[in-house]
């Protein structure tokens, strides 16, 4: 399950080629007085692969304002590590072992060894922190950074231009989101992190070329069609979040300013995808171009 190794970097040839004509994870929205432009981020990457195609940027500058998933220019590091401990620590006496069950642990310890992670560290961390800690640590080893991520790329620029940014929902809803999972997804979280870490730096590979060339078939065909098998995981990360996006991106379809909305590229694919969504609701959605 692909989509699972990626719930931080929700999902992204790697040494940046020059870009031709093809399509891009990006979209464009127009409403009545104004235009709402929706990228699909990939929340790290590595300083390789700068620089983004020159439209992300082109589409940046038309915006007035930026609305992401969280207001990240707003984010209290210290409250947010609180918050994490608070939701994604065991404090009734039990352990990871002990939620995981013993065979089950058996197994996530040997592929833990096999990637050189120490599970033991993360004895008192419910199953999905562990896999996001995890995931977090195996994409660190080989080069992938928050700090290159788009939302870092784009609030940068928003700083300096001193465009305001949003958030479609709060730090403690998406932390919510994962900590309201039953213990058997989270099970599964964390089993197919861990089974999927061998293997990540080729796939990280293959989603980044995906995601630069808006390869909306790959992601459907290789990863949203496997987060189906897991119909709670992709209710609770994808498809009902989209349907309150979707609400909000309506609004903002009524203002007069243009705005670049950021997310996650996997809530821009599939029949639940945000683009999807929109035309349902009668709006004319078109995927953008890179065109040099």
């Known amino acids: 399950m692909r989509k699972l190794i990626l719930i931080a970097a929700l999902l992204f040839a790697s040494v940046a080629v020059a870009d031709s004509q093809h399509p891009l994870t990006l979209w464009q929205v127009d409403g009545k007085a104004n235009t709402v432009f929706i990228l699909g981020s990939v929340h790290l990457l590595r300083q390789q692969d700068h620089p983004l195609p020159s439209k992300i940027d082109e589409a940046y500058a038309e915006a007035e304002s930026i609305v992401m998933e969280i207001d990240m220019d707003d984010l209290d590091p210290i409250a947010m590590q609180s918050l994490i401990s608070q939701l994604g620590k065991l404090t009734d006496g039990r352990t990871l072992a002990d939620v995981m069950g013993p065979e089950l642990y058996a197994e996530a310890q040997k592929a833990a060894a096999?990637?050189?992670?120490?599970?033991?560290?993360?004895?008192?961390?419910?199953?999905?922190?562990?896999?996001?800690?995890?995931?977090?640590?195996?994409?660190?080893?080989?080069?992938?950074?928050?700090?290159?991520?788009?939302?870092?790329?784009?609030?940068?620029?928003?700083?300096?231009?001193g465009k305001t940014i949003d958030g479609l929902e709060t730090i403690e809803e998406q932390l919510g989101f994962l900590d309201g999972l039953s213990i058997e997804s989270q099970r599964d979280l964390l089993m197919q992190t861990l089974s999927e870490g061998m293997n990540i730096e080729t796939m990280m590979d293959a989603l980044i070329a995906a995601w630069r060339h808006g390869d909306i078939a790959f992601f459907e065909n290789n990863v949203l069609v496997e987060m189906l098998d897991y119909p709670e995981l992709y209710r609770a990360i994808v498809a009902d979040r989209n349907e309150r996006w979707v609400d909000r991106i309506d609004q903002l379809l009524e203002h007069e300013d243009d705005y670049l909305v950021v997310v996650g590229a996997l809530h821009l694919v599939g029949p639940d995808g945000v683009p999807q969504l929109l035309e349902a609701r009668g709006e004319q959605v078109r995927q953008l171009q890179q065109s040099e």
């Not at 562990?130 to 939302?151: D, H, K, S, V, Y």
Request: no cysteine; hydrophobic share 55%; charged share 20%.
């Open 114 to 161: 096999a990637m050189d992670i120490p599970l033991d560290l993360l004895a008192q961390s419910e199953p999905w922190l562990a896999a996001i800690t995890i995931e977090q640590m195996a994409l660190a080893r080989i080069g992938f950074n928050p700090r290159f991520g788009i939302e870092m790329h784009v609030m940068a620029k928003a700083a300096q231009d």
